[in-house]
């Protein structure tokens, strides 16, 4: 089994971890992607689900207790590659001033990108009419794994010593959507300014589109280098049945706004969140990622994972064979059109952890 088809299919079947006591722990809960673990293989970061029902039946196993400090990946119970954990993060262990630990402001995701949620609510979250499905912002914030709001000084503070302790390469940083007409890109241009001030760190923004395209460069100048505005589904009925409040937001407009991002931030360095399984076709993926890649976006194609305590938790996660069919015919439209996330500077595409497309395009 090669790379391309291992990456995929763990991220659809998930990973058994079979020893509960070894203290292997993943993310629970939260904004974006989640219930995963970072593991390596073959030198590749991945983020694999554990948590949810796919990951407690699926034929992908570890067992930490049987051989600790040389862990192999099984399938079947059969042994087929290493596998490693990454090592827990130095900064983890740090806290503000006024006692907040580090990690309840940002995380280490894959190996070496620094993420947060700068506004843990959103206005979407706690109405079924408006609700992402898919969405567990308020999760970690009711487990108290998080704080609502972290201030720009204490996104600087935690960035600076990411770097200097574990040699933090990039930073993202997305947000629940407030009820200001800017969608959250003010309080990210805040954030960013502080961040840059104190640390040289590459930066990624993620939110919806605001109101007025001025707000591209107003991140641009605080420095942000790359911007995520995320469709997650893209047949208009899908959306309407999956995220009804952002489906509210018609696509043309996000077109519109990628459009103006990529003549401020530049071709490849705005990315979008597509969510395969949750309902588009084949056809309506590659299609739209085609439209993208003409734009100059990066189509960051990601299994859709069910998070537990979601409406859409015993939604199945998609199967292999159709993931490997999407990144085939996308990692060739980006191949023909020479773009690649090793060229993005900061952000979720980059890291490329939660999904198997960056090895397509090669």
């Not at 983890?92 to 940002?106: E, M, N, Q, R, V």
């Not at 720009?152 to 574990?166: C, F, G, S, Y």
Request: net charge neutral; proline share 6%.
């Amino acid at each position: 089994m090669n790379k391309q088809q291992l990456i995929t299919e763990l991220q659809s079947f998930g990973l058994k971890i079979l020893d509960k006591e070894s203290g292997v722990a993943g993310r629970k809960g939260g904004a974006g992607p989640s219930d995963h673990k970072a593991v390596t293989i073959g030198g590749t970061t991945v983020m694999v689900p554990i948590y949810n029902n796919s990951a407690a039946v699926s034929p992908y196993t570890v067992n930490i207790q049987a051989s600790p400090g040389n862990t192999i990946l099984e399938f079947k119970g059969e042994s087929i590659s290493p596998i490693l954990f990454p090592p827990h993060p130095k900064f983890y262990s740090l806290s503000t001033a006024d006692g907040i630990p580090y990690w309840k402001i940002a995380l280490l995701h894959s190996q070496d990108v620094l993420a947060t949620t700068v506004l843990q609510t959103c206005m979407r979250y706690n109405n079924v009419a408006t609700a992402c499905q898919f969405c567990a912002i308020g999760q970690s914030l009711a487990a108290d794994r998080t704080i609502a709001r972290k201030t720009p000084d204490q996104l600087a503070e935690v960035a600076e010593a990411a770097v200097r302790l574990d040699g933090v390469k990039h930073m993202v940083m997305t947000t629940g959507t407030p009820n200001t007409s800017d969608r959250g890109a003010a309080y990210l241009t805040e954030c960013a300014g502080a961040i840059e001030a104190r640390v040289n760190l590459p930066i990624q923004a993620q939110c919806e589109p605001p109101d007025d395209f001025i707000w591209f460069e107003r991140m641009k100048g605080a420095g942000i280098d790359s911007l995520g505005m995320h469709l997650e589904a893209a047949d208009p009925e899908v959306r309407a049945r999956i995220m009804p409040g952002k489906a509210t937001i018609p696509l043309d407009y996000y077109f519109a706004a990628f459009s103006s991002a990529v003549q401020v931030f530049g071709r490849g360095q705005v990315s979008t969140y597509l969510l395969a399984g949750l309902g588009d076709s084949l056809d309506t993926l590659v299609a739209t990622c085609d439209r993208l890649i003409q734009l100059g976006v990066y189509p960051f194609v990601v299994p859709f994972v069910p998070i537990t305590g979601t409406p859409l938790a015993q939604h199945p996660a998609p199967r292999s064979e159709f993931m490997f069919a999407i990144y085939e015919r996308v990692g060739d439209m980006l191949k023909r059109s020479s773009m690649s996330s090793t060229d993005i500077k900061a952000g979720c595409a980059k890291c490329g952890a939660c999904s198997a497309l960056s090895q397509f395009e090669v």
